[in-house]
C-alpha cells in the first residue's frame, strides 16, 4: 500500500515529468517507508550524470541538482543565479503541497539552463560557484 508521501511525491512529480522528459530526463523512484518523522518518499529524474533528487515527507523538501559525484542544492544553485537563495518561487507557502511542484517548475523553466542544457564544464562552473557563495554569505536572513 501507498503511503501519502508516495502518492503526492508521485502527483508533484507528475507535474515536472512533461518538462523535464523534454530535456531528456526520465524519472525513477527511489525510496519510500516510514520514518520518525511520518511517511517518506524520494525520486530523481536523470539524465546520463545529472540527476534531479527530490525528496518529499510533509511538504517537498531536499531538493539536489547532481553531475556525476558533484552536487548542489536548490538554495545554492539559486544563490549563485539570482543572488538570493530564497528569491526562486520554491520552496514558496502554500496549503497545496503540489505548489512546491509547480515553483519548482517554474524555476528549472527560468534558471537552472546550465542544468537543463549547458555543458557539464558550464554546470560545474555554477555548481563551484554556488558553493563558494553559499560558504561567504552572511549567515543572517537578507
Known sequence: MRNAA???????????????????????????????????????????????ELHFRDSLGMVTYHLGPRSVTHEEYMLSVLGNPYASRYPGFSDDPLDAFRGLSEDLMEHCNEFLEGTDEAFLSRIEDARARWANRPKLPD
Open 6 to 52: 508516495e502518492e503526492i511525491l508521485d502527483r508533484g512529480c507528475k507535474l515536472l515529468q512533461s518538462f523535464l522528459s523534454k530535456h531528456g530526463f526520465a524519472f525513477l523512484p527511489l525510496a519510500t517507508g516510514p520514518s520518525s518523522g511520518g511517511p517518506f518518499a524520494s525520486a530523481e529524474f536523470k539524465r546520463g550524470d545529472r540527476r534531479l
